[in-house]
T-cell receptor
Framework: SAVISQKPSRDICQRGTSLTIQCQVDSQVTMMFWYRQQPGQSLTLIAT?????????ESGFVIDKFPISRPNLTFSTLTVSNMSPEDSSIYLC????????????FGPGTRLTVL | SQKIEQNSEALNIQEGKTATLTCNYT??????LQWYRQDPGRGPVFLLLIRENEKEKRKERLKVTFDTTLKQSLFHITASQPADSATYLC???????????????FGQGTRLTINP
């Protein structure tokens, strides 16, 4: 299994600002993913973070709003840009062992509140 | 349209009994299905994966079944304990795009409470 840490664990932000969330893995992994979990809801995939190329975004999520970096095989960042209260959510980083649908290991999440 | 439904938002079970959670799906043909546990304030933790050609899989007090005809998976916890209280999520693969890329799609979860 992989050990995943996220920073910050939580934050309260003002409308219109941006927040960058960091995800660090203790081993090199091929697949890294970013999810959103809104209050009382299940996980929704935002994008797959690809090392050395642009992230692959799911329907309803765009790069301008959620820019992602993946500079190496152990690290990724997700930025939530120009935030509104609707962005209040838990953001989770996860990694897969090999294929995109192998067992996934999740970070502890970042709880974001936008005022 | 494609849908994953877990039987109920919340389930209360007496300690020692068997808890049974249901995951139904429509318009998917997954090669496998996974179950995760999520505690408050934490990310999901993988529990079990069952493939389409497997009827049943066990791990300690956990048992998962997968019926591709009914499009349903059942998740059982036997001899339940208060420490089993958590939200349980089912997830299955979805292929999409021309090149057949894959992603995991999650159900909304069932919040299980085991009462002492």
């Amino acid at each position: 299994s992989a050990v995943i840490s996220q920073k910050p664990s939580r934050d309260i932000c003002q409308r219109g600002t941006s927040l960058t969330i960091q995800c660090q893995v203790d081993s090199q992994v091929t697949m890294m993913f970013w999810y959103r979990q809104q209050p009382g809801q299940s996980l929704t995939l935002i994008a797959t973070a690809n090392q050395g190329s642009e992230a692959t975004y799911e329907s309803g999520f765009v790069i301008d709003k959620f820019p992602i970096s993946r500079p190496n095989l152990t690290f990724s960042t997700l930025t939530v840009s120009n935030m509104s209260p609707e962005d209040s959510s838990i953001y989770l980083c996860s990694v897969g062992a090999r294929l995109s649908t192998d067992t996934q290991y999740f970070g502890p999440g970042t709880r974001l509140t936008v005022l | 349209s494609q849908k994953i439904e877990q039987n109920s938002e919340a389930l209360n079970i007496q300690e020692g009994k068997t808890a049974t959670l249901t995951c139904n799906y429509t318009n998917y043909s997954p090669a496998y299905l996974q179950w995760y546990r999520q505690d408050p304030g934490r990310g999901p933790v993988f529990l079990l994966l069952i493939r389409e050609n497997e009827k049943e899989k066990r791990k300690e007090r956990l048992k998962v079944t997968f019926d591709t005809t009914l499009k349903q998976s059942l998740f059982h916890i036997t001899a339940s304990q208060p420490a089993d209280s958590a939200t349980y999520l089912c997830a299955l693969e979805e292929k999409y795009g021309i090149q057949g890329a894959q992603k995991l799609v999650f159900g909304q979860g069932t919040r299980l409470t085991i009462n002492p």
